[in-house]
């Protein structure tokens, strides 16, 4: 059984999967306003799997005899100046997740809870390839950001982008 202190941190951590949801769905819905349909179609693959994220914590909790809170969602940014920012406001969240499922691995060690642990191996490798797969797009934007050719193909690019990260 989970502890109620772990049980409620996990909770917490769906909250925050949802929100990241919320977050690249509104940046999806953002890009494809701005006429970056590939962009548009990343954010919105993105945001699915966010949502799963979500699910596994969820399904997780249940599995050790826990109970799934949902709470309110809170509100996420609307409009970004351009793909450029969109992007670096990803990477600055997703180095704040990282963080969060860092700080749940310490609790999980502190309270001996391995089963938490294993569940939390999975999340601390997503996080390497997510900063990762971010920080090369910011790393092309950088470059480009003033070439509508460049961002046209970028745009493309990122629309090809398949079901899995
Ligand atoms: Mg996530």
Do not use: C
């Not at 502890?3 to 690249?24: D, F, G, R």
């Not at 992007?87 to 749940?104: M, S, W, Y």
């Amino acid at each position: 059984m989970l502890e109620q202190k772990m049980e409620t941190a996990l909770n917490q951590q769906v909250n925050a999967e949802l929100w990241s949801a919320y977050l690249y769905l509104s940046m999806s819905y953002d890009m494809d306003d701005k006429g970056y349909e590939g962009m548009a179609s990343w954010f919105a693959l993105q945001a699915k799997e966010e949502f799963e994220h979500a699910t596994r914590f969820m399904k997780f909790i249940g599995e050790r005899e826990g109970k799934v809170k949902l709470t309110p969602i809170a509100e996420v940014q609307q409009v970004w100046d351009a793909p450029k920012n969109a992007f670096d406001d990803t990477l600055k969240h997703e180095k704040i997740v990282t963080e969060k499922i860092h700080k749940l691995m310490d609790m999980a060690i502190e309270l001996k809870d391995y089963a938490t642990q294993n569940m939390l191996k999975w999340f601390i490798d997503e996080q390497v390839e997510e900063e990762d797969t971010v920080r090369k797009i910011l790393e092309t934007l950088k470059r480009i950001e003033s070439s509508p050719a460049g961002l046209y193909a970028l745009d493309k690019k990122l629309g090809k982008r398949g079901g899995a990260s």
